[in-house]
C-alpha cells in the first residue's frame, strides 16, 4: 500500500508541474469550461472517482510514524481548472490512501479521519455547486467508523463514503465491520470502494515487471475479490439498501462476469451464502463507473449491469484517458441513456436536487 | 489438487451413471442414436474442442520409487468419445494440464513422463483418429528438452499442438530461458494451449480461500491474464511473431477487460518495449476458448478479438456449462462466424483436413 501512495503522490506531483505551464488557473477556468449537452439540452456531469489530499491532516500526523504518508499535494484552485475543462459539473472527492487503517491509536486514527472529513468540507464550502466529497472511516475500529460516518453525514451533508478492498488484509465481508455497513445501509449512504494494488491477495513483487501490471492487474483483482466476497459471503444480503460503486469499470467482476454467476452451481466447495444469483447485485446494489477506456467495453458494461449501475468516473487527477466523449458518442446509448450514466445516476443517489 | 480430483471423481461417478445400458448391443444402439450431428442453416459442421482434459495415469514402470507414485491413479479414456457424441462435438484435441511434472528435477525421469503422454495420446489418436487428437506434453523446466520433445511429439507422434500452464516453478514464461521453446513452437506452427491452475505463482497463501470457490473463479483467469500479458509486456510476441496461444477460459480477464491493458504504456513513467498495441496481439497472436457462458460475454469477446481468435472449448470432462447451443444461439454471430468458432478457426491451426 506504501508504494502505492508513493507513486499516487508522484503522479500527483507530475499533474501539478504539468498543468503549472498552462495560463494562470483564472484564465483557463474563465474562458475553458466544457459545458456538455445532448442534443442542444445541457446535462450535468458528475464524476464519482476523484482523488484529494488535504492540508488540515498534516498537523494531526506530525510527529508520528505516518508524517510522510499524509503527503501529497491538497486540493487547490487547480482543480477547479481541471474539471472545468474536462466538463466536470460536480466532482465527488475522496480520499483513498487508507494508510491510516493501519493506525493502532484509536485516538489518533479518529483525529486523522475527522481533519480529513474536516479538511474536504472546508474545500467543497468554497464551490458549493462544483464540489461534493466522501467521508473517510477509521475502519479498523468498526464502531468508531460507523460513528464517524454519523457524524461526517450530520456535520457536513456528506452523502458517500469511500472504502479500500480490505483493512489490514481482512475481508470486509468479515461480520466485525457489520457496524460499517449497518450504518451506511441505514442514512442511505452510497460507498465508493477504491483498490491499491491487490496487496491483500498478490505476493510481494509477483507482479513487478513491465507493463505497471501491479496497478494494470492489481487493482481490478482487488476490486473483484471485494464485491465477490459481499455476494458470496452474504454481506449485500443483510443489508440489501446497501449501494456500492468500485472503481475502474468494478474491476473484472461485471465484464467476466460469467463465470462468478456460475460458481454457486459449478463448484461443489463453493459454499455460497448469496441468496440471488450474482448478476442479480450487479443489478441492483453494486455499481460501476465509466473507466474501461472502449466503447465496446462500455457497452458490455452496461450490458451486463443496466444503464441504472453505471456512473461517471475520472480518477482526477490522475492521468488516464477522459471518458465523457465515450459516452457521449455511445451510438448503442438513447440520449436518456447517456444522461442518466454522465449524471443522472449519481444526483439520484446522492440526492442531488438543484 | 484434492479439489480436482474430487470433481474427476464426480464426473467419473456421472459418466457411469449414464451408461448403464441393459445388454451390449442395447448400448452400442444407443451410441450410434445418441450421437448428436451439428448443422448450421441445414448444412453438417465441424465442431472441435480445444480444451479436453485428461488427468492421464502413468504406470508403475515409470513413477514406482519416486515422489510421483500416486500419479498411477487417474481416470481412462474409454468414455471420452461417448461423452463427445452427446454433446454435438465431432473431434477433442486432448491435452493433460496439471503440469505437476515441471517440478521433476531428473531429466530422464521427466522425458519420460512427457514422453509417456504423447505416446499414450497417439495411440488414441490411432483407435479414434476422427475423434481425438493429442496436445503434446513438455519438461518446460528444461528448455531445450522441451523443444525437442516438441518436434518428437508433432513428427513422430502426430500432436497437433502443445500445451503449457501459466509458469513454471513460479517463473514467467516470457524469461529468455524460455525462447528455445517459443521459437521451436513458432518455427514448426504449432498453436499452444495455456491451462491455468489457480494462480499459485501468484498467490498469498490461502488468499482465494472462503465462499465462492474463488480459487477457481479468480484464480485461474488472474493466471491466465498474467501469463498473457507478460507474453505481450516482455515481447515474447514480437520476438516469435508467428506464435499462437491459446488461453483457456476466455483468455481470462484480458480480452474482457482490455481497456486498462491497452492504455497501460501510454500512461507516463511507463517502460514498455512492446511494438504494438495490446489489442493487436489479441487479434493475431492470442486466442481465447468460448468458455465465458453468456450471450453477451461471447459477443464481447469476439468483438475484442475477432472472429479468427476464438475456439470453441468445453473443460470436459468438467462440469461447466459450456454447451454448442450457446455458440449455435447467439444473435450477434453469423452463420459463418459459428462455424468458424465450433471448428473452422480449429481445423486451420490443428491442421485437420479431412
Known amino acids: 500500500m506504501k508504494k502505492i501512495i508513493a507513486s499516487l503522490a508522484a503522479l500527483l506531483l507530475l499533474t501539478v508541474l504539468t498543468s503549472a505551464q498552462a495560463p494562470s488557473p483564472a484564465a483557463s477556468a474563465a474562458q475553458g469550461r466544457r459545458q456538455v449537452s445532448i442534443n442542444g439540452q445541457r446535462v450535468r456531469v458528475i464524476d464519482i472517482h476523484a482523488h484529494a489530499t488535504v492540508a488540515e491532516v498534516a498537523p494531526v500526523v506530525k510527529g508520528t510514524p505516518y508524517e510522510r504518508q499524509a503527503g501529497g499535494r491538497p486540493l487547490g484552485p487547480d482543480r477547479v481548472a481541471l474539471i472545468d475543462k474536462q466538463g466536470i459539473d460536480v466532482q465527488v472527492l475522496s480520499i ?8 493502532k491509536d484509536r485516538d489518533l486514527a479518529d483525529r486523522i479521519v475527522r481533519a480529513q472529513n474536516q479538511g474536504l468540507a472546508n474545500f467543497v464550502t468554497q464551490f458549493p455547486d462544483r464540489f461534493m466529497a466522501m467521508a473517510s472511516v477509521s ?124 460458481a454457486c452451481v459449478v463448484r461443489n466447495n463453493a459454499n455460497c451464502l448469496n441468496k440471488k444469483k450474482p448478476s442479480e447485485y450487479l443489478k441492483t446494489q453494486l455499481l460501476a463507473d465509466t473507466m474501461v477506456f472502449s466503447d465496446e467495453g ?33 451510438k448503442w446509448l438513447s440520449d436518456a441513456d447517456k444522461a442518466a450514466i454522465l449524471g443522472g445516476n449519481l444526483a439520484r443517489l446522492l440526492r442531488i436536487t438543484s | 489438487m484434492a479439489t480436482r480430483r474430487h470433481f474427476l471423481k464426480t464426473a467419473a461417478l456421472a459418466a457411469a451413471a449414464m451408461s448403464v445400458p441393459p445388454s451390449p448391443s442395447a448400448s452400442a444402439s444407443q451410441a450410434a442414436q445418441a450421437r448428436r450431428q451439428i448443422t448450421i442453416g441445414g448444412r453438417r459442421v465441424r465442431v472441435i474442442d480445444v480444451h479436453n482434459h485428461w488427468d492421464m495415469p502413468l504406470p508403475a514402470e515409470i513413477v514406482k520409487g519416486t515422489p510421483y507414485e500416486e500419479r498411477m491413479k487417474g481416470p481412462g479414456l474409454d468414455d471420452r468419445v461417448a461423452i463427445l457424441d452427446k454433446q454435438g462435438i465431432d473431434i477433442a484435441a486432448v491435452s493433460v494440464n496439471d503440469f505437476w511434472w515441471w517440478e521433476v528435477k531428473d531429466r530422464g525421469l521427466a522425458r519420460a513422463i512427457c514422453n509417456y503422454h504423447n505416446e499414450t495420446l497417439a495411440a488414441w489418436n490411432k483407435k479414434h483418429p476422427d475423434r481425438l487428437v493429442g496436445m503434446a506434453s513438455i519438461p518446460l523446466q528444461f528448455p531445450d528438452l522441451a523443444a525437442d520433445m516438441l518436434q518428437d511429439a508433432v513428427t513422430r507422434l502426430g500432436a497437433r499442438a502443445v500445451t503449457v500452464g501459466g509458469h513454471v516453478n513460479n517463473e514467467s514464461l516470457s524469461l529468455p530461458k524460455f525462447d528455445p521453446f517459443w521459437a ?16 499459485a505463482n501468484l498467490l498469498r497463501e490461502g488468499a482465494l480461500a472462503g465462499n465462492g470457490g474463488l480459487g477457481n473463479i479468480v484464480g485461474n483467469p488472474l493466471e491466465t491474464t498474467v501469463f498473457l500479458s507478460r507474453l505481450i509486456f516482455d515481447g515474447t510476441f ?102 468458424q468458432i465450433l471448428g473452422g478457426n480449429l481445423m486451420t491451426l490443428l491442421r485437420i483436413t479431412s
Open chain 2, 238 to 339: 514480437d520476438r516469435f511473431p508467428t506464435l499462437k496461444v491459446c488461453g483457456a477460459h476466455g483468455g481470462g480477464f484480458l480480452p474482457s477487460y482490455l481497456g486498462r491493458t491497452e492504455v497501460a504504456c501510454i500512461r507516463p513513467g511507463q517502460k514498455c518495449i512492446i511494438k504494438r498495441k495490446p489489442s493487436e496481439y489479441m487479434r493475431q497472436n492470442i486466442l481465447a476458448d468460448t468458455m465465458v457462458f453468456t450471450e453477451d460475454g461471447l459477443r464481447h469477446l469476439v468483438a475484442e478479438m475477432g472472429v479468427s481468435q476464438v475456439v470453441y472449448g468445453t473443460d470436459i470432462p468438467f462440469n461447466w456449462p459450456a454447451p454448442v447451443d450457446y455458440v449455435l444461439d447467439a444473435k450477434s454471430l453469423s452463420n459463418a462466424d459459428k462455424e
Open chain 1, 96 to 103: 483513498n490512501g487508507f494508510w491510516w487503517w493501519e493506525v
Open chain 1, 298 to 330: 462500455l457497452r458490455h458494461l452496461v450490458a451486463e449491469m443496466g444503464v441504472g449501475q453505471v456512473v461517471y468516473g475520472t480518477d482526477n487527477p490522475l492521468n488516464w484517458p477522459v471518458t465523457v466523449d465515450l459516452v457521449l458518442n455511445a
Open chain 1, 139 to 262: 475502519l479498523q475500529f468498526p464502531d468508531l467508523a460507523a460513528r464517524q460516518l454519523e457524524d461526517a453525514v450530520a456535520q457536513y451533508g456528506f452523502r458517500a463514503t469511500t472504502v479500500g478492498g480490505h483493512v489490514n488484509g481482512e475481508d470486509m465481508s468479515l461480520a466485525k465491520f457489520d457496524p460499517f455497513w449497518a450504518k451506511a445501509a441505514e442514512l442511505g449512504v452510497l460507498v465508493f470502494m477504491h483498490p491499491g494494488g491487490a496487496e491483500n491477495i498478490i505476493r510481494d513483487n509477483a507482479l513487478d515487471g513491465r507493463g505497471d501490471l501491479g496497478n494494470i492487474i492489481g487493482n481490478p483483482l482487488e476490486t473483484t475479490y471485494f464485491q465477490s466476497r459481499l455476494i458470496f459471503d452474504g454481506t449485500l444480503d443483510k443489508f440489501p439498501n446497501l449501494r456500492v460503486a468500485s472503481a475502474h469499470g468494478a474491476g473484472y467482476l461485471p465484464s467476466y462476469l460469467q463465470r462468478t454467476e456460475v
Open chain 2, 184 to 199: 521451436k513452437a513458432a518455427e514448426m506452427g504449432q498453436l499452444v494451449f495455456m491451462h491455468p491452475n489457480g494462480s
